[in-house]
């Protein structure tokens, strides 16, 4: 089978070292991929939010299934394209229609699935630039710290945590009035903040069945004891050590169910990741949000403790025949550490050289912010390489981790050095 797989940071790596290990896929491009996907499969310079180029793409290669790997595309409705195109209808897309991507292109949306199916989650109300004032109010009736959340996507730097009330109200205006997030803040959704652990669960379904991926925690802040800038993920573990099946049972009888029957009651199209990040405050899970694809960097810990064929998994999401699969695990723990540009997640410079990745031999390096220049690997993005490691218990991997990246070279690095540090 001919796969093309959408993106280009770790997650699409991990992605696509999991699917080249199954015997059904023949060849695998990467749109536009990474200096990690281009030693194992072709990339190419396909953009993947400019659906005409990419139909073009999957016309001329025969391309046999699309795996979307980052969201853009998906809450700009690739899977309906493929859907209603007469010539693509029959390529199956890997991710949710149009609809099913609003649970993570619009937090209102999501807010409201959630209420409507009874599924545990924050208090909360939208505001916009003309209710702002309103917004401000409903602020003085919540006790700190204050949620703020961007409506729609913004590359996981749209929500703010924050200690003081006129700070809250001060970023609330700045947000809707001011355009902080651009279009993504020009509704905001304030929700009351819930103390507790977070952790993440990560179904795969096919619209009607549902299998439930190894859980995962992982850490969203630049600095170390989880200080200073959110980031896209510094790190994460798998599986989440205070994760017992009491809280797991909580989690698919509460929240993993009645999330794939409320898909199902709304007649939403759904074949693909569904990412639940929760919250356990006291033992009892909540949501706080919902993505529509793996996470980044969880899936460079879930993907290697698969060990069922993905692409298998994939055909039978195709088919609506999940409930024929079964998934293995690998029982060990597996945690991975992200190592990036410095200054990152504000400015960073590119191009920096990257030496020792072939040093490495006890951690798999999955790439995310990399590119190949005159045959060595540089620097493209703020989180650049991703070391992943198992153990018999996660500390046992993460010492792995933090060994293999002491091999690792280049200019301005930085990796924090306490992932795991709360477990």
């Keep these: 089978m001919k796969i093309l797989l959408l993106g280009s940071g770790g997650r699409e790596h991990a992605l696509a070292w999991k ?57 700009n409705g690739i899977y309906d394209f493929f859907k209603n195109d007469p010539n693509l209808k029959n390529v199956p897309v890997i991710g949710p229609s149009k609809m099913g991507a609003q649970l993570e292109g619009s937090k209102e949306f999501a807010k409201e699935f959630l209420v409507k199916h009874n599924i545990p989650t924050a208090k909360y109300e939208s505001f916009t630039a003309a209710s702002v004032e309103k917004g401000c109010d409903f602020l003085e009736t919540l006790s700190a710290p204050y949620v703020l959340k961007a409506d729609g996507l913004a590359a996981g730097k749209g929500v703010l945590i924050l200690h003081d009330l006129e700070e809250a109200k001060k970023e609330l205006r700045s947000m809707l009035v001011d355009a902080k997030f651009g ?100 033992g009892e899970p909540m949501v706080i ?35 024929k699969t079964s998934l293995e695990i690998d029982e060990r723990a597996a945690t991975t550490i992200m190592v990036v540009s410095g200054g990152y997640p504000e400015d960073y410079e590119k191009g920096k050289e990257i030496t020792g990745i072939e040093n490495i031999t006890d951690s798999i390096v999955f790439h995310a912010g990399t590119k190949l220049e005159n045959d060595k690997v540089i620097t493209n993005g703020g ?21 293999s990246i002491d091999k690792l070279q280049f200019d301005k690095m930085y990796y924090r050095k306490d992932i795991g540090f709360d477990l």
């Design 19 to 75: 699917m080249l290990q199954s015997a059904k896929c023949t060849s695998l491009f990467v749109a536009p991929g990474n200096a990690g996907t281009a030693s194992i499969a072709k990339n190419v310079t396909v953009n993947p939010n400019n659906f005409e180029v990419v139909r073009d793409f999957v016309l001329s290669e025969k391309i046999e299934m699309v795996v979307v790997g980052p969201e853009d595309p998906l809450v």
């Design 183 to 282: 279009q993504a803040s020009s509704k905001v959704v304030i929700e009351e903040f819930l103390d507790g652990i977070e952790l993440s669960c990560f179904v795969l379904t096919d619209g009607k069945s549902y299998k439930i991926l190894p859980t995962a925690k992982d850490y969203k802040r630049i600095g170390e004891g989880d200080t200073g800038l959110n980031t896209g993920g510094m790190g994460a573990v798998s599986p989440v050590p205070f994760a017992d099946q009491v809280l797991l049972d909580k989690i698919e009888n509460r929240i993993v169910k009645p999330t794939i029957e409320g898909l199902k009651k709304d007649n939403i199209e759904y074949k693909g990741f569904v990412f639940i990040g929760l919250i356990n405050v006291k």
């Design 289 to 323: 949000e919902y993505n529509v694809r793996m996470g980044d960097p969880e899936t460079e810990v879930v993907m290697p403790r698969l060990k069922s064929d993905l692409v298998e998994i994939f055909e039978a999401i195709s088919k609506q025949e999940l409930e």
């Design 383 to 403: 989180r650049v390489l991703t070391i992943t490691s198992f153990g018999n218990n996660f500390q046992e991997a993460i010492k792995k981790s933090y060994q």
